[in-house]
């Protein structure tokens, strides 16, 4: 009667907690240090491109930042000459347009 109370128990126990019932336990393999220091190595190495990788798109980056710069001052500096060519042109004809009205008064 205990033996068969106890059995009920522990069916009633693993139904409510099933995370409980766990009757074996799986063991990890031992990992040696060498193996631990090569994956250490290997994941430097892996460390040391992704830097690397980062340092070139910084460069890259940098490089098309300057192009930028340089196509900005460059249209920059042509629209100033385009304006100022334009104002030569009003000032020339300012002059004229007013040289003729003096003409014109002085006749």
Not at 32 to 46: C, H, M, N, T, V
């Amino acid at each position: 009667m205990k033996k068969a109370f106890l059995i009920i128990l522990s069916l009633a126990f693993c139904a409510m907690y099933p995370s409980a019932s766990v009757l074996a336990v799986e063991v990890d393999p031992r990992i040696s240090d060498r193996e631990i220091i090569e994956k250490l190595a290997r994941l430097e190495e892996g460390q040391r491109g992704v830097q690397q990788q980062i340092n070139d798109l910084k460069e890259s980056t940098q490089q098309q930042i300057n192009d930028l710069k340089e196509s900005t001052q460059q249209q920059t500096n042509d629209l100033k000459e385009s304006t100022n060519k334009r104002f030569d042109i009003i000032q020339w004809m300012l002059g004229l347009f007013i040289t003729v009205a003096l003409s014109l008064m002085g006749i």
